[in-house]
């Protein structure tokens, strides 16, 4: 069983970016655990009680292990000493094989920002002599998600086939009624992220998947994995 952290700056990044790609890792016994840096607010038509309602609803789907809301302000997040300090913290307790980490090119500051947070508190965790609660440790491997405001051309580390799952992904979207109204079809983000796990499904020979980046080079241990 793989211990896995995914870091998003907004309540529904995370499910947009590699909702599905958590359902299966949760299918197949894998502990989740999801860190929201901050709670989405404010936005046109949210407030802080409905999108924590709308998250819980969502990460019963995904089957994660654990939702946390660092709870640093929406729009103004800053790659600063306290959130890289706090996000090691919770690194430093939860110690992930895995780091998931919102793609560092984007249009919003809150996305960049929190990327350039998940590489600094990935190095603060292993830190001594510190202030900061729990024992060092540091994650051997981050992996980049695309939720980005940006239409971007990149060149995937790797693709996660999430077919059998891109269902229950638009379920997980569903839940943020806030964001997208009664039913996201039709909503531009939805669709775009729609139309690219399709895009991205077709290029690997399957219905849907999700992209991911990795600043490391990314290794398989046998064949298999090329199947």
């Known amino acids: 069983m793989l211990n896995i952290l995914a870091v998003g700056p907004h309540p529904d990044d995370v499910e947009l970016g590699m909702g599905g790609s958590i359902l299966k890792f949760t299918e197949a016994s894998h502990r989740v655990t999801v860190v929201d840096l901050t709670d989405g607010e404010p936005t046109p038509h949210g407030d802080p009680e409905t999108r924590k309602k709308e998250s819980v609803k969502s990460s019963r789907i995904l089957g994660i292990e654990e939702r946390i809301t660092l709870d640093f302000p929406n729009r103004y997040l800053q790659d600063e000493i306290e959130v890289r300090q ?7 307790k939860i110690q ?3 780091l998931f980490a919102p793609y560092w090119i984007d249009a919003h500051p809150d996305h960049i920002a929190a990327s350039k947070i998940c590489d600094a508190a990935r190095f603060y965790g292993k830190l001594t002599k510190t202030e ?7 994650v051997k ?4 998600y695309i939720a980005s405001h940006l239409k ?9 086939d999430i077919s059998k799952v891109m269902e229950m992904k638009i ?6 009624e806030s964001q997208f109204g009664p039913s996201p079809e039709g909503h531009q983000l939805f669709e775009w992220v729609l139309n690219s796990n399709r895009y991205w499904g077709n290029l690997i020979g399957t219905e849907f998947a999700e992209p991911f980046i990795s600043k490391e080079e990314v290794g398989i241990k046998d064949i298999e994995a090329l199947l």
Not at 132 to 138: A, E, I
Not at 152 to 160: E, G, W
Not at 171 to 176: F, K, L, M, Q, S
């Open 132 to 138: 900061m609660q729990g024992r060092p440790f540091y």
């Open 141 to 144: 491997k981050i992996h980049y």
């Open 86 to 92: 706090e996000l090691a913290e919770v690194i430093r």
């Open 96 to 98: 992930p094989d895995i």
């Open 171 to 176: 379920e997980t979207i569903r839940c943020y």
């Open 152 to 160: 971007l051309n990149f060149k995937p580390s790797f693709v996660m």
